[in-house]
């Protein structure tokens, strides 16, 4: 728990602050906002349409890139911005520029890759607001056990080609952040330490068979923080949804920092609030509840 959230919670005698009406929404995609069939629920969107109604921002917070983003939370009329590859990038959904980011050093990319080329592994490049994958670690990916949810809708978001890692990294443009799934745990513990070697490198994670990779300061918490004043809204008046340690920062921010059920153990304790799970349209359900008090 952090200091702000052990703060709030003191100052209620130990049990979590009443949240009021938000100011701004954030949320996570994968495993809170969106089904695990990577469907939305009718709910979740029944909820835009009640933040939209009364002028309240919700801000897609995912580890995605912008090219993997739902068409149906883009084009909401409550979303006006989104805040991709771990808080890598935010972005202006309206002009689709980049207004704000943390991109990874190449060089320390390319170097780390020569540091985890031999192992069985993916090296996804999160560049341009899109997701680059060498085609044999693309089609070896197949076979790495995924559930067929996450196989499909991975497979579906990343482009393989023939390019090289290195060839790759030359011709993109901002680089946000590089993911690594791994299918035996010996490889997953060779990645970390590669990583671990760079403290100008930091790992997270948003499945139990990846990594996510990205430039020490950016964290979808920071990116949260970085939002709320550029549009002059205070962070206290942020709510966010989050299920796994991707998230905890944006949760720990977040005046109010809320765990869907299904969230990993160590994510729930740490919030400040846990609603129902993904499956059940827990995100809609807390907002309406919200919006009614309000």
């Known amino acids: 728990m952090s200091p702000s959230q052990s703060a709030r919670r003191a100052a209620t005698g130990g049990g979590p602050a009443s949240p009021g009406a938000p100011a701004i929404v954030f949320s996570d995609l994968d495993g809170t906002f969106v089904r695990t069939d990577k469907t939305i629920p009718e709910r979740n969107l029944e909820a835009l349409d009640l933040l939209a109604?009364?002028?309240?921002?919700?801000?897609?917070?995912?580890?995605?890139?912008?090219?993997?983003l739902p068409e149906?939370?883009?084009?909401h009329p409550a979303c006006r911005y989104a805040i991709t590859a771990n808080g890598?990038?935010?972005?202006?959904l309206?002009?689709?520029?980049?207004?704000?980011?943390?991109?990874?050093?190449?060089?320390?990319c390319l170097a780390l890759y020569g540091r985890v080329a031999d192992r069985n592994v993916t090296f996804d490049l999160f560049a341009d607001g899109r997701i680059y994958s060498e085609r044999a670690r693309y089609e070896a990916l197949k076979g790495f056990g995924l559930t067929p949810h996450e196989a499909r809708f991975i497979l579906s978001t990343r482009t393989p080609t023939d390019l090289t890692v290195p060839e790759m990294l030359q011709r993109v443009g901002t680089l946000d952040r590089v993911t690594v799934f791994w299918k035996d745990r010996a490889d997953r513990d060779l990645v970390v330490a590669a990583v671990e070697q760079d403290p100008a490198l930091a790992w997270t994670t948003s499945s139990p068979q990846n990594l996510e990779i990205s430039a020490r300061g950016?964290?979808?918490?920071?990116?949260?923080?970085?939002?709320?004043?550029?549009?002059?809204?205070?962070?206290?008046r942020a709510v966010a949804?989050?299920?796994m340690d991707n998230d905890v920062s944006m949760l720990e921010v977040a005046g109010d920092?809320?765990?869907?059920a299904n969230a990993r153990e160590e994510v729930r304790a740490l919030a400040d609030h846990v609603c129902a799970s993904n499956d059940e349209a827990g995100v809609g359900h807390y907002l309406e509840a919200l919006l009614a008090r309000g």
């Open 257 to 260: 920092g809320v765990a869907v």
């Open 72 to 75: 149906a939370i883009v084009a």
């Open 218 to 236: 950016a964290s979808k918490g920071a990116a949260l923080a970085w939002l709320c004043g550029h549009l002059g809204v205070p962070v206290a």
């Open 241 to 243: 949804f989050g299920d």
């Open 53 to 68: 109604s009364r002028g309240i921002p919700f801000v897609p917070c995912s580890g995605r890139a912008a090219s993997a």
């Open 94 to 108: 309206g002009s689709g520029e980049v207004i704000h980011g943390v991109p990874l050093d190449r060089g320390r």
């Open 88 to 92: 890598a990038s935010v972005t202006d």
